[in-house]
């Protein structure tokens, strides 16, 4: 698509352009101008599967993608780096996601969670809307504080924290739409994004300070960094304890509670897979308090959490540089090339998904559909895929359902505005306005 038709579309509406342009192609690669230079929209699972696994390496990150540079100018050099400083960093960071000890840790969380909706009562009996967005981090940071940093950082910091990482998505928008543009020309939303991050340092940086004058023996996110050793049997440098401590706030908060403020809109559009979740909720958890032994039988929720993730990914985008020479689908990427996955434009094609891929529908996640129209690997990869598929993926599939128990056991939800947002352009899918909800508490609304 030459410049003079992508460029106006990018930039009024990058989400639905892009898929667009994907379901004109049918996952043909896309050739899209920008002006100076162009990219490479891919969206066919087998060729998104060759980009991040099977020639992962012809395809880094890029320090000099829109997208990459500013999440560097954040995180460092760290787990979302590439080469020797990320394998040395996932080695270090990779057993606090294991399965076996989030599975330990799910009546904690539960609890942290349980708590932070308990302040929620007043205001659902006075009536009064509340920004949802707002309620979800503050559920997630008490979770994620107490299970990855053992409480040495607050919750009160922690939304601190978020706040800031919501300056630094947003403000990233103008680099994501000049992406020719070098960073050495300032932007608007710059000034904002250095300021943010300089303030999420302002909080980590002390903490981590402390952690390490007193290491202690657990292995919470703070004491791994302390303890670690390079290969070589030295301390980390403190850059590179900085780095990782940052990158996993982001990675244990942004992605659960960005992804969770869709869920109310779509389930007000949807009331028959709200009542769906409200029986199986009722008859599996009761008033609550949700439990790990009630997870396994969560089983429509978590459908409705897959689905939530195949439309509204919260990496919606994902840019990689080719670093030599490729064909992909019959189209000759040149070295320097910059290749598009895009997780929200695959995860609604028609040619994957069917004629109702834009619908939201739970059931085409049940055993027995899947079974029946087998998907190839790639039609659904809202995580990433290969050796830096994300390490949070667990951690959503155990923290996401005990949100969302602990609240439909709590409360019914009526939106002041029952319309599901637009997307906002920023560096993960954001409403592009608040969703604010008035909650009735569950045993007076219940009539059944």
């Known amino acids: 698509m030459p410049a003079w038709q992508a460029l106006p579309r990018l930039i009024r509406n990058p989400h639905q352009t892009l898929v667009e342009m994907a379901n004109r192609a ?4 896309v050739r899209v101008g920008l002006g100076v230079s162009s990219a490479y929209l891919v969206t066919n699972p087998e060729h998104v599967q060759q980009v991040l696994h099977e020639k992962a390496d012809n395809y880094p990150r890029g320090d000099d993608t829109p997208l990459w540079r500013s999440v560097r100018k954040l995180v460092g050099d760290g ?22 000890r989030l599975n330990a840790l799910v009546d904690t969380m539960a609890d942290a969670v349980a708590d932070t909706a308990g302040r929620l009562d007043e205001v659902a009996a006075a009536g009064q809307p509340v920004n949802i967005g707002g309620e979800l981090s503050r559920m997630v940071s008490s979770a994620i504080m107490r299970v990855f940093f053992a409480d040495r950082v607050s919750v009160d910091s922690a939304l601190r924290i978020m ?28 000034k904002r994004f250095h300021a943010a991050v300089e303030a999420i340092d302002d909080i ?39 780095d990782d ?35 199986e909720v009722g008859r599996v958890v009761g008033p609550g308090p949700v439990r790990a032994d009630h997870l396994p039988e969560l089983t429509y929720t978590r459908l409705v959490l897959q689905e939530l993730l195949r439309l509204y990914p919260a990496g919606w ?71 830096h598929r994300c390490l949070g993926e667990h951690l959503f599939n155990v923290e996401a359902v005990l949100i969302v128990t602990t609240l439909v056991s709590r409360f019914r939800f009526t939106l ?33």
């Open 79 to 100: 787990i979302l780096a590439e080469g020797e400083t990320w394998t040395a960093s996932r080695r270090t960071l990779a057993p606090l996601f294991r399965p076996t």
């Open 26 to 29: 049918d996952g043909d690669v």
């Open 245 to 279: 401590l940052v990158s996993m706030v982001a990675v244990t908060t942004e992605t659960t509670y960005v992804v969770l403020t869709w869920l109310w809109p779509v389930l007000t559009n949807h009331p028959d897979v709200t009542e769906r979740l409200y029986d």
């Open 163 to 190: 706040a800031a990482q919501e300056v630094i998505v947003t403000s990233m928008a103008p680099r994501l739409l000049a992406p020719f543009v070098p960073w050495w020309i300032r932007l608007p939303g710059d």
């Open 317 to 387: 985008i994902v840019p990689r540089r080719a670093a030599g020479a490729d064909v992909l689908g019959g189209v000759r990427i040149e070295p320097g090339a910059t290749i598009v996955l895009s997780p929200y434009a695959t995860q609604r094609l028609p040619s994957l998904w069917g004629p109702t891929a834009a619908d939201f529908d739970p059931e085409r996640f049940a055993p027995e559909q899947q079974a029946r129209q087998p998907l190839p690997r790639y039609a659904y990869y809202p995580f990433g895929g290969g050796r």
């Open 204 to 242: 980590l940086l002390p903490v981590l300070r402390e952690a390490l004058r007193e290491p202690g023996e657990g292995d919470d996110v703070l004491s791994t960094l302390a303890r670690a050793r390079t290969a070589e049997g030295q301390p980390l440098s403190m850059k590179q304890m900085r």
């Open 416 to 448: 002041t505005d029952s319309a599901i947002p637009r997307t906002r352009v920023a560096a993960s899918l954001r409403p592009a306005r608040p969703v604010e909800v008035v909650l009735t508490p569950l045993d007076r609304h219940r009539t059944r």
